[in-house]
């Protein structure tokens, strides 16, 4: 008997699970996401490239782009709350991918509730599919799709929103398995936005999630994909990760049975999220140290730092540049500018990351301070570890280390700490608390409604 592709594989198991009842572990986890990502877009919705993203997109309709006052058609709604949720990389993560499914497959998943009507237990599996399918795919061949040049964000995203949203609106195996044939077709997404700190990357999941929802509208139409399109000679995986080399065991085995993205990660910091340990050791020697705003760094005169060497080029080198990031974007992706910060200040929050505290001479003299080494046996990607070494000008040498991502499966944020963070970035764009209220309460809610609506939040 030959085995089927892996389109229509995932299209039966996902046609099982929904004939099973939803673990409360995942339900939860999906409810986190709709709480994380309405504050994210709140956070984002006055940011320049939101207010570009809005402006770009021709189409208006009927679905809402979160937190504006105008209405785009659904695949423009989806892609600026994408955009606006992954904006300031506050967004979760999965470990051992990386990758972020939320900020792809939340907004794509409300753009087909708004278009199609849907009730609250179709997002919820539109949801639940849609990120299990971008996390698990993230692991069949670990590391290659970065090192290959693309965004895996972007480009797993897009087949994981077309899950996503085949699974809401109850396709057959034929028309999911086209959706996720065309979904190859239009996933994107390079990491070039490095070089200068552009908002390329921002755009990823919004691009992304919009990418999928057409993709499905397409199949439902009539127009077909190829049911090979993540093995295939000339498939996915050789496209994106140049190898037909993958473990396909890791996305379909156990699919709608045993749930992965239950244990996705919620960031405490706007930056990479490989660089998060690496903020905590700062804070606590900044902390042993009694050091605060404004405080210099002229007792300090080196600090450096055990790293994994998967994530060297993308959040220490060039060195010299991530030392002196061109904007505060671009700082988001630094190690030296992120442990600088953290020395200096004692936290780092979304105020971090303005212009103006990427020219900040004070953290460019410290991060000049700052360098590597790598670990080769550090575990990355299957931990995302921290260690951070500082050496005096007297001599002595202070020193912590972090095994594991805080906000991880390890050492995962309670509701109550997501509920803080939301709230913190509602304020953040603007919404007053009663309008955070509303949000909560419609995640508390959504996936047991009779219909989704968004009109409350727009404007």
């Known amino acids: 008997m030959s085995t089927p592709p892996i389109a229509e594989a995932l299209a039966r198991a996902v046609d099982a699970a929904r ?22 877009c709140a956070a984002a919705r006055g940011a320049p490239y939101v207010r570009a993203a809005l402006a770009g997109w021709e189409s208006d309709g009927a679905a809402t782009a979160i937190g504006h006052a105008r209405t785009l058609d659904s695949a423009g709604a989806a892609f600026v709350n994408g955009t606006a949720a992954h904006g300031e990389d506050f967004d979760d993560t999965f470990e051992g991918g990386p990758v972020h499914s939320g900020a792809v497959v939340v907004p794509a998943l409300l753009a087909a509730a708004e278009r199609h009507r849907l009730a609250g237990p179709d997002l919820l599996l539109g949801i639940a599919t849609g990120v299990e399918v971008t996390c698990r795919a993230s692991l069949v061949a670990p590391k290659r799709i970065h090192q290959a040049g693309f965004h895996p964000t972007a480009v797993l995203g897009a087949m994981g929103a077309a899950a996503g949203v085949a699974a809401a609106l109850r396709v057959d195996a034929k028309t999911f398995a086209s959706a996720q044939g065309i979904a190859g077709s239009m996933a994107s997404g390079i990491i070039e936005y490095l070089a200068e700190g552009t908002s390329t990357k921002r755009m990823h999941p919004g691009w992304a999630a919009q990418a999928g929802l057409r993709a499905v509208e397409l199949a439902r139409a009539g127009f077909d994909g190829p049911r090979t399109v993540w093995e295939g000679t000339h498939g996915f995986l050789h496209a994106f990760a140049r190898t037909l080399e993958g473990d396909w065991t890791k996305l379909v085995d156990g699919f709608g049975e045993r749930w992965v993205a239950d244990a996705i990660a919620f960031k405490p910091y706007p930056c990479g999220t490989m660089i998060h340990p690496y903020i905590d050791c700062a804070r606590r020697i900044s902390l042993s140290l009694g050091r605060g705003p404004g405080r210099g760094s002229a007792d300090i005169s080196d600090i450096v730092c055990e790293t994994a060497d998967g994530i060297v080029h993308r959040l220490w080198e060039p060195l010299a540049a991530k030392r002196r990031p061109p904007n505060g974007y671009a700082a988001k992706f630094s190690v030296p500018f992120c442990v600088a910060y953290a020395m200096l200040h004692g936290h780092v929050g979304l105020e971090a990351f303005d212009d103006a505290g990427a020219s900040d001479p004070a953290i460019a003299a410290l991060a000049a301070k700052v360098r590597y080494v790598v670990d080769p046996d550090n575990p990355y990607p299957d931990e995302y570890t921290g260690h951070v070494r500082v050496t005096l000008a007297s001599g002595k040498v202070l020193e912590e280390r972090q095994p594991h991502l805080r906000g991880g499966h390890r050492e995962p944020l309670t509701r109550a700490d997501i509920e803080e963070k939301f709230r913190a970035n509602a304020r ?20 047991d409604a009779k219909r989704i609506d968004l009109t409350a939040f727009r404007g």
């Open 19 to 40: 004939g099973r009842a939803m673990p409360a572990a995942m339900r939860e986890a999906c409810e986190r996401l709709l709480v994380d990502v309405g504050g994210l």
């Open 428 to 447: 953040h764009g603007g919404w007053d608390a009663a309008r955070a209220d509303s949000w909560l309460d419609f995640a508390r809610r959504a996936f």
